[in-house]
């Protein structure tokens, strides 16, 4: 059986190592940070975080890959009284996307996804707010990032995935990565398994690496850049709004959104979207702004708001779009010796980089690197 190491424990690393073990494939996940951790560096914990397909029509991939955790969401939200979705941390919530411009056809490209949401329909003139020109609606999906990647880590750990927290060296190249995350894999065994297993050769069949941002040093990617997101955690001391999710896309590109958080009584505030930016520290002038376009959002005056958080999180972005895709790294100096002193190439797939839309990407992109690490190793999905 094929043994994986999955480098990262955000939504990509956990989802992805959980797609691999349905499919039969052993995987130990290696990473700096793990859920329950709070850094500037772990994207995922600070994510809005809901399904809305930024997707065009002609990216196809990506739309299937939007299409496949919108599925999959939806389905956890039906099945046995939506009991998994609460497992999970997801809400099955109306959505409403207010626009600057005019309501484009239904066979607009950009309105691509209309056939495959549920309840997709165009609001009214009175569903509107009078800064908006036009609006859609569907049934959306909210997500609690905190519940849904320790839903994803217990899933990894009962389909027995093994978790080690550990840094990997940044900036002395892939390769010394690598052999950092088999010594770390090598160690835990070690620990787990007594000391008989501490000669134990590390069979590493590949690596997926699911870094997020820390790609941009870990195998010095340059293309990666950060897209600063701010938002605000509220509670409404008294009648709170019904609970839909309410977006707005002005002409100059801000986007302002409230999201009622699944499990809580808490809203998430937001955003702003700045690209480049690598300060995590909450600007508090910012956040003020942010609370006076979501309290006008919901047509509301500040009584009974309680600002219960302020946060900062920042997506990986990457010019050219996600990466996907599988290196072979040479490992032949001082690399992972097979004994005999022939050089040894380890198969590396890449998956980082999905900026705004890494929990509605996960699913569909942790497939694509199931087929591509079967590719690679010459097994396929059933025979791993
Ligand atoms: C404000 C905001 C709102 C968002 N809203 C949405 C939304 O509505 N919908 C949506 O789909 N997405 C949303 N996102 C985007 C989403 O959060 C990200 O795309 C996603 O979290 C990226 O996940 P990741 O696993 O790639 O990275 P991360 O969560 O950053 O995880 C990276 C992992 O790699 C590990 N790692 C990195 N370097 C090393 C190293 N050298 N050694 C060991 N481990 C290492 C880290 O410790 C961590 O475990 C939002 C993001 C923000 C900030």
């Known amino acids: ?120 329909r165009t609001l009214a003139a009175d569903e509107i707010p009078t800064a908006a020109k036009s609006g859609i609606a569907y049934d959306g999906i909210a997500v609690n990032p905190l519940k849904y990647l320790a839903y994803l880590l217990r899933r990894v750990k009962e389909l027995g995935g093994y978790v080690i927290q550990g840094e990997l060296p940044v900036g002395a190249g892939l390769a010394e990565a690598v052999r950092t995350a088999a010594q770390l894999v090598s160690a835990e065994r070690k620990g787990r398994r007594g000391e008989e297993a501490a000669n134990e050769a590390v069979d590493i069949d590949a690596i997926v690496n699911c870094t997020g941002l820390g790609a941009a040093t870990l195998c ?25 999710i309410l977006l707005s896309e002005s002409e100059d590109g801000a986007v302002t959104y409230v999201i009622p958080r699944p499990g809580t009584d808490l809203w998430v505030f937001g955003g702003t979207k700045t690209k480049g930016v690598w300060d995590v520290e909450v600007n508090e002038r910012i956040g003020e702004q942010i609370l006076d376009r979501c309290l006008g959002l ?72 199931l087929g591509l690490l079967g590719e690679a190793l010459g097994t396929s999905t059933k025979a791993v």
Not at 60 to 68: M, P, Q, R, S, V
Not at 307 to 333: F, H, I, T
């Open 298 to 369: 919901l047509g509301r005056e500040g009584e009974g708001v309680e600002v219960l958080g302020k946060q900062v999180g920042l997506r990986p972005g990457r010019e050219g779009g996600v990466r996907v895709e599988v290196e072979v790294v040479d490992l032949s100096v001082g690399g992972l010796g097979d004994g005999e002193g022939k050089s040894k190439g380890m198969v590396v797939v890449h998956q980082y980089g999905h900026a705004g839309a890494g929990y509605q990407n996960a699913v569909g992109s942790a497939r694509k690197v």
């Open 220 to 244: 010095n990617d340059e293309a990666l850049f950060p897209i600063r997101g701010q938002t605000l955690l509220v509670r409404f001391a008294a009648s709170p709004p019904p609970k839909r």
């Open 1 to 120: 059986m094929a043994y994986i190491v999955v480098i990262g424990a955000g939504v990509i690393g956990l989802q992805t190592a959980l797609t691999l073990l349905e499919a039969g494939y052993k995987v130990s996940i290696v990473a700096k940070y793990l859920p329950g951790d709070e850094a500037g560096m772990y994207t995922s914990p600070w994510a809005g975080a809901i399904w809305r397909t930024h997707a065009t029509a002609e990216q196809k991939e990506t739309c299937e890959w939007d299409l496949a955790s919108y599925a999959e969401w939806i389905k956890a939200t039906e099945e046995d009284g939506g009991v998994e979705g609460v497992r999970m941390g997801i809400e099955r919530r109306q959505i409403r996307v207010y626009s600057s411009k005019p309501t484009p056809s239904l066979d607009s490209p950009s309105l691509w996804f209309a056939p495959h949401v549920q309840s997709f």
